[in-house]
C-alpha cells in the first residue's frame, strides 16, 4: 500500500528547495550505503522520508513508487545509493547551518513492526545531525 504523505491532493508539483542547500549530497555511513544497496536491489529506487509525525531523526525507507509527497515536503537531498531524502517542512527549517548524515542500526524483532522497508532486515535508518564547519567558524569568531 503507498505511503501517502499529507492528504496527497495538489496543484501543483512537490517544491524542491536547491537554493543555498548545504546538504544536496546526503552523506551516509558505510553501514547505511550497503543497506541502501540492497534495499534498491530488493525494491528498486527507494526514498528516505522524514514524516511530520516522526521524532526527527529517524527517516523511513519506501519504494520511490509508493512515496507521494505532499505541498510542505521537501526534497532536501541525495544520498550517494542515490536515494532521495525527503523531509516534512517544518523539519527543513533552519537546516541551511548544519549538515545531516543518514546512518542505520540494527533494531530488535519487536521494533520490526513498520512500514519502513529496511526494518524487514532488522536495521533502522537514523540522522545525524552535525553543525556545519561554517556555522562552528563563526560561532567560534563571535566569542
Given at each position: 500500500m503507498?505511503?501517502?504523505a499529507g492528504s496527497g491532493h495538489r496543484d501543483s508539483p512537490p517544491r524542491v528547495h536547491t537554493p543555498n542547500n548545504r546538504h544536496?549530497?546526503?552523506d551516509t555511513s558505510e553501514d547505511a550505503r550497503h543497506v541502501l544497496q540492497l534495499l534498491t536491489?530488493?525494491?528498486g529506487p527507494v526514498v528516505l522520508y522524514l514524516p511530520s509525525d516522526s521524532d526527527g531523526h529517524t527517516p523511513i525507507c519506501l519504494r520511490r513508487s509508493d512515496f507521494h509527497p505532499d505541498l510542505d515536503d521537501v526534497l532536501a537531498g541525495r544520498t550517494a545509493g542515490p536515494a532521495e531524502f525527503w523531509m516534512a517542512g517544518h523539519f527543513h527549517v533552519g537546516?541551511?547551518?548544519?549538515?545531516?548524515s543518514i546512518d542505520v542500526h540494527s533494531v530488535p524483532g519487536s521494533?520490526?513492526?513498520?512500514?519502513?522497508?529496511?526494518?524487514a532486515c532488522g536495521f533502522r535508518f537514523a540522522l545525524r545531525i552535525h553543525a556545519a564547519d561554517d556555522a562552528v567558524d563563526l560561532v567560534e569568531e563571535a566569542s
Open positions: 503507498p505511503y501517502q544536496r549530497a546526503v536491489v530488493m525494491h537546516l541551511e547551518d548544519i549538515d545531516v521494533e520490526r513492526r513498520t512500514s519502513s522497508l529496511e526494518t
